[in-house]
């Protein structure tokens, strides 16, 4: 069995969180491949690496000498390794990386030095192989990955080593330039290593025990999500879920490998697997129906109402185009006989409201429109409502019966998402009165 376990920054943010890893790593021999993340911030107030690395470049750019930011980032290495008794020369390699610190240097090489170095250190602690992912991971010059390429160079490099360390966020250009990934950093990473090698599980190691049910900031103690299928992941991130970014999971998607969301400070919860589909849930998944709940604030209702509008073809198109020349995306569209409503980002329609409703109503000959904003939309997400009678039903009545007015209501076609809109001011009751009652 082949694991590939992914740490993140604040798995790695200092020494004892760096004996945490060794401990989990050494628990279980099918973990020969470790993805590693920059040193996060070790206290609220503390800075991740990457962000100082990020604030180097920006001295240098505005010609301010980056010197004292640097020798922060330097002193949390060296205490790292001097912490941990580790014999690599942490200063050498610094020296290096400063030698190159010009105004035009590449940001892509400084910022990705976080996670080499880590990767360096954790090496040597674990007695594993180092990696350099600008050795394997293949960039075009188009930004995207070689997924081929990748994945021989990957594959050749594991056939030697057998158990290997690789930094995480980076790859290189045809040409050997760092490139780093722009969403999802070394999630992906971690995702491409499992997927090149064929891993039984792709292990994602953080702060947190699996996804949560809901946001803990509204309920409680939430429970932990144990089982999520790539659809409901969708939905959920869609909908503000803080998940896995979407570009983590394709590359193991593809080869339906099972990820493994897990606490590194609480190594034996058994945190959430995330997979295409389960043979067969279980009779928890099966008893509660809801796998997450999740919204977004900040949206507004468009609704426009004309006459007999059922019998005009193609009504819906000429608006759908106004909105489009405006770059407004649509989150929903309920509709009437004759009306139909469209529910948009109020950031994206403030600044052009008015001009909008004016081009709708000289384009499209509909004269009453109106708009309503603080609107909030809530996902109630759960692949097990497709085969149960009378959900939307029990659904709306707990909202009815705690004096919550839905605005708007949405189905998705495959039936694993309702969604509702309501008044933003009942953003947290909602949320919360749709745990208690069906997901506690």
């Known amino acids: 069995m082949l694991k590939v376990a992914k740490f993140g920054g604040s798995s790695l943010s200092d020494s004892a969180q760096f004996a945490k890893v060794k401990h989990i790593v050494e628990s279980d021999d099918a973990r020969k491949v470790v993805v590693v993340s920059a040193p996060g911030r070790r206290t609220s107030d503390d800075n991740k690496i990457t962000d100082l690395l990020y604030l180097c470049k920006a001295h240098l750019k505005y010609d301010v000498s980056p010197d004292p930011i640097f020798e922060m980032i330097s002193a949390r290495y060296r205490e790292i390794r001097d912490q941990l008794g580790l014999t690599l020369d942490v200063d050498s390699e610094l020296a290096e990386i400063r030698s190159k610190m010009t105004k035009n240097m590449s940001v892509d090489y400084l910022v990705s030095r976080g996670e080499y170095l880590n990767a360096k250190l954790m090496a040597e602690y674990l007695g594993y192989h180092f990696v350099d992912s600008a050795d394997w991971v293949a960039f075009g010059y188009d930004g995207k990955v070689d997924y081929e390429k990748t994945e021989q160079q990957l594959q050749e490099i594991y056939n030697v080593y057998n158990r290997i360390v690789v930094p995480g966020f980076y790859g290189s250009l045809p040409n050997g330039q760092i490139h780093t990934f722009s969403r999802g950093g070394s999630d992906v990473t971690g995702a491409f290593a499992a997927a090149s090698l064929d891993a039984d599980i792709y292990e994602n190691w953080t702060d947190v025990t699996g996804i949560l049910m809901v946001d803990p900031r509204i309920v409680s103690n939430p429970k932990t999500i144990s089982r999520v299928t790539y659809a409901e992941l969708r939905?959920?991130?869609?909908?503000?879920?803080?998940?896995?970014h979407e570009d983590t999971v394709v590359p193991v998607r593809r080869k339906d490998?099972?990820?493994?969301?897990?606490?590194?400070?609480?190594?034996?919860?058994?945190?959430?697997?995330?997979?295409?589909?389960?043979?067969?849930?279980?009779?928890?998944?099966?008893s509660r129906f809801i796998t997450g709940i999740t919204g977004k604030k900040d949206f507004s209702i468009i609704s426009l109402h004309k006459a007999n509008m059922s019998d005009a073809v193609g009504a819906i198109r000429r608006v759908l185009e106004v909105l489009e020349q405006y770059r407004i995306p649509i989150a929903q569209i309920p509709s009437g006989i004759d009306s139909f409503s469209l529910v948009v980002p109020t950031d994206k329609l403030a600044p052009v409201k008015y001009d909008l409703i004016s081009d709708i109503k000289r384009n499209c000959q509909i004269t009453d429109i109106n708009v309503q904003d603080d609107i909030s939309l809530i996902a109630i997400?759960?692949?097990?409502?497709?085969?149960?009678?009378?959900?939307?039903?029990?659904?709306?009545?707990?909202?009815?019966?705690?004096?919550?007015?839905?605005?708007?209501?949405?189905?998705?076609?495959?039936?694993?998402?309702?969604?509702?809109?309501?008044?933003?001011?009942?953003?947290?009751?909602?949320?919360?009165?749709?745990y208690e009652s069906f997901a506690k």
């Open 235 to 244: 939905e959920l991130s869609y909908m503000g879920a803080a998940v896995l």
């Open 257 to 286: 490998i099972p990820v493994n969301i897990r606490n590194t400070n609480d190594p034996e919860a058994e945190g959430t697997i995330i997979r295409e589909s389960f043979e067969a849930d279980n009779a928890e998944e099966t």
């Open 381 to 434: 997400v759960g692949r097990q409502m497709a085969y149960r009678t009378g959900i939307s039903g029990k659904i709306f009545g707990a909202l009815g019966a705690n004096r919550i007015n839905i605005r708007t209501i949405e189905q998705s076609s495959d039936e694993i998402n309702i969604m509702v809109g309501v008044f933003t001011k009942d953003f947290e009751k909602t949320i919360q009165v749709l």
